[in-house]
């Protein structure tokens, strides 16, 4: 597909990227069958390949109108699409540079860009999140079931490992992980403390930057990156192995630091530097021989929620199926794994009842089997689906943590 660039982006790099992104679409409609938008509501627009053609038409044109906003908004960012595309379409890069254009060139109402501003600035403020989330747990008595049950109740994360480690890896804390789930993060911890690899977390780390870049904020999504990198550089210099990330959300960003920061000469080589040495909590475990460890499985059911940032962001669809088969869980049958449940960062927030419907559908394709368990790997997933599923959601690490305790008991 070309792209004639309207004067006004002559020269400007972001545009340029933009078209050359779009010259890899073949019009051939394969996307159309796996993108959730365009299978809810049937309109070209919500299709990746509608949403390319309103990117090409806002370069050509130079200007764009609030139907191109509205559909660029509606898009999950799920990636499915790139997992289907026979021409390598990198579709995701393309529709955050298009979100971004969108915001000069089809201006919000006051209101939107307040209520994103919000969201923006609490989600990608872990301390800030974090005493929002307590007071929420304090009133959440107090609240309307509805509200109640979109506030997790107060987790304990359990022991920390005692033990130091010769080798030592960072731990990207979360944002929203680290304050609402914080059992996912000293689990993991513990896992790897028995594979002889301490974890630690990465002090004065900030948000991944995934919140602000895919609401259009770019310059501060990217500014959240350089944060990250400087806290964790001088680790990186004294030897940690890896950054692990137990959200696949924020794992599929930080892999695009060296991408996202390649035209900022003091950041590009330590941005390709730490987007190499991120590892998912899951790559680690199947790397270091989870065979290693004693593994009691019990008898739960588990049906496996396989994050879209996970399969078609970072390809790894089949890891951590593949780990738990091989330790001997018993594995329920869903149905439409490829299908995204809806939660997509702030997604959940502002599409809501589009998100309601993705998730009511992801739901009945995870429990035909009637499981005991829904595991998954990203917090997003973990907190959407649990609001209201009659099965237990969990991350998977934290099964698999109590698994080895189990295991462990067995052989003393």
Not at 309 to 335: C, I, K, N
Request: proline content about 6%; charged content about 20%; glycine content about 8%.
């Amino acid at each position: 597909m070309h792209v004639e660039l309207h004067p006004r982006f002559q020269h400007d790099p972001t545009a340029t990227e933009a078209s050359e992104l779009i010259s890899a679409c073949v019009h051939c409609g394969f996307c159309l069958a796996t993108c959730p938008t365009y299978l809810d509501s049937g309109d070209e627009r919500d299709s990746p390949r509608g949403r390319i053609y309103l990117v090409k038409q806002l370069l050509e044109e130079g200007d764009a109108g609030t139907a191109t906003r509205r559909h660029l908004d509606r898009c999950l960012t799920c990636r499915s699409c790139e997992t289907t595309c026979p021409s390598g379409m990198q579709y995701g890069s393309l529709v955050d540079i298009g979100r971004g254009m969108i915001e000069t060139a089809a201006p919000r109402p006051w209101a939107e860009r307040a209520l994103r501003s919000v969201l923006r600035n609490v989600f990608s403020r872990p301390a800030l999140f974090r005493g929002l989330l307590r007071c929420g747990q304090w009133l959440r008595p107090l609240l309307p079931a509805f509200l109640a049950a979109r506030i997790p109740p107060r987790q304990a994360p359990g022991a920390a490992p005692s033990g130091r480690h010769p080798r030592r890896m960072l731990v990207l804390e979360g944002c929203v992980q680290g304050a609402a789930t914080p059992a996912t993060n000293a689990a993991a911890a513990r896992v790897l403390d028995r594979l002889g690899i301490s974890l630690a977390p990465a002090r004065r780390g900030a948000c991944c930057g995934a919140v602000n870049y895919h609401l259009g904020a770019h310059t501060q999504g990217l500014d959240n990156m350089r944060r990250n990198i400087d806290a964790w550089w001088p680790q990186v210099e004294a030897g940690a192995e890896a950054i692990v990330s137990c959200a696949t959300g924020c794992a599929s960003m930080i892999a695009d630091y060296g991408k996202l920061l390649a035209d900022d000469p003091d950041y590009a080589a330590k941005a390709a530097r730490i987007a190499a040495l991120h590892r998912d909590i899951g790559e680690v475990i199947v790397a270091e021989g989870a065979h290693k460890l004693a593994i009691e499985p019990g008898a739960s059911r588990i049906a496996m929620h396989i994050p879209c940032s996970q399969q078609h962001a970072l390809g790894q669809g089949e890891l951590v199926v593949s780990l738990f088969r091989a330790a001997g869980f018993d594995l329920a049958s869903t149905a439409d794994p490829h299908l995204c449940c809806g939660s997509a960062g702030t997604y959940s927030i502002l599409q809501r009842e589009r998100s309601d419907r993705f998730r009511a559908r992801k739901l009945e394709a995870l429990t035909v089997d009637r499981p005991d368990i829904i595991a998954t790997a990203n917090i997003g997933c973990q907190l959407h689906l649990g609001e209201c599923s009659e099965v237990p959601v969990r991350h998977w690490i934290e099964l698999l943590d109590e698994a080895i305790a189990a295991g462990e008991e067995q052989l003393n």
